[in-house]
């Protein structure tokens, strides 16, 4: 929480700076919900904030409360991403564009205990793309973390999930509910160059990689191997 003479320093009332507050906290929200949990830039957040004010450190400590007022009024974490590699230098490749332009972004993580969030919060109507989400990664995790197009459509197909079906009853265009998990940053897409030309290859993303969500995938893969 900002002091009041950190603000007088800054020239803004804290008026003004709760209002900045709650249109930030406003937008992860509604901007959340809207693209299905994809991640927020940070510059839009920003944005918000230098749309009518010039003071460089003010961003930051608006960014930051509104990160602790959402943690402590509805129970989400804002947490910061921030790919730790660009997808273009991996296999040796210089990167065509600077790796910040893709620097930093915000999820919502729900901190609430799963009884209370099951109860109250989460959405039954995507609980199939929740599944579709959690078989997709799991996949991925069991081909050692990255896996071919050609080969993780190979499996879904084998659960009835055909890459051409545009009208899946539940979850409608396949290849589109696969690519949100890109968006959403569970999976990294990415062309690489083998033997027999272009190969589109999948690989864990950080989210996917976030300890809470590979725990439970580990957790759930070992139970399905014990029966």
Same mark, same amino acid.
């Given at each position: 929480?900002?002091?009041?003479?950190?603000? /007088?320093?800054?020239?803004?009332?804290?008026?003004?700076?709760?209002?900045?507050? @709650?249109?930030?906290?406003?937008?992860?929200? =509604?901007?959340?919900?809207?693209?299905?949990?994809? %991640?927020?830039?940070?510059?839009?957040?920003?944005?918000?904030?230098?749309?009518?004010?010039?003071?460089?450190?003010?961003?930051?400590?608006?960014?930051?409360? /509104? *990160?602790?007022?959402?943690? @402590?009024?509805?129970?989400?974490?804002?947490?910061?991403?921030?790919?730790? *590699?660009?997808?273009?230098? *991996?296999?040796?490749?210089?990167?065509?564009?600077?790796?910040?332009?893709? @620097?930093? !972004?915000?999820?919502?993580?729900?901190?609430?205990? %799963?009884?209370?969030?099951?109860?109250?919060?989460?959405?039954?109507?995507?609980?199939?793309?929740?599944?579709? !989400? =959690?078989?997709?990664?799991?996949?991925?995790?069991? @081909?050692?973390?990255?896996?071919?197009?050609?080969?993780?459509?190979?499996?879904?197909?084998?659960?009835?999930?055909?890459?051409?079906?545009? $009208? #899946?009853?539940?979850?409608?265009? $396949?290849?589109?509910?696969?690519?949100?998990?890109?968006?959403?940053?569970?999976?990294?897409?990415?062309?690489? /160059?083998? %033997?027999?030309?272009?190969?589109?290859?999948?690989?864990?993303?950080? *989210?996917?990689?976030?300890? $809470?969500? !590979?725990?439970?995938?580990?957790?759930?893969?070992?139970?399905?191997?014990? #029966?």
């Amino acid at each position: 929480m900002a002091t009041s003479e950190e603000l /007088a320093e800054m020239g803004i009332s804290k008026e003004e700076k709760d209002k900045l507050v @709650a249109e930030v906290m406003r937008y992860m929200l =509604f901007k959340t919900h809207q693209t299905s949990g994809c %991640p927020i830039k940070r510059e839009e957040l920003t944005g918000i904030v230098t749309k009518n004010y010039r003071q460089r450190a003010l961003p930051t400590l608006v960014i930051k409360e /509104a *990160r602790d007022r959402l943690a @402590a009024t509805f129970g989400y974490e804002m947490r910061e991403l921030q790919r730790s *590699r660009d997808p273009s230098t *991996r296999s040796g490749r210089p990167s065509q564009q600077p790796s910040s332009v893709d @620097a930093k !972004s915000y999820v919502l993580i729900s901190q609430l205990d %799963p009884e209370v969030y099951s109860k109250y919060v989460e959405d039954k109507e995507a609980a199939p793309l929740t599944g579709f !989400s =959690f078989t997709v990664i799991s996949l991925v995790h069991l @081909a050692g973390g990255k896996i071919s197009e050609e080969d993780l459509w190979h499996q879904l197909k084998r659960l009835g999930l055909h890459e051409t079906d545009e $009208n #899946h009853p539940v979850l409608g265009n $396949n290849k589109q509910a696969l690519e949100l998990l890109v968006q959403q940053r569970y999976l990294l897409k990415e062309k690489l /160059a083998g %033997p027999e030309g272009h190969v589109m290859m999948y690989e864990l993303a950080e *989210r996917a990689l976030d300890e $809470n969500i !590979s725990g439970k995938i580990k957790d759930d893969i070992s139970q399905v191997c014990m #029966h």
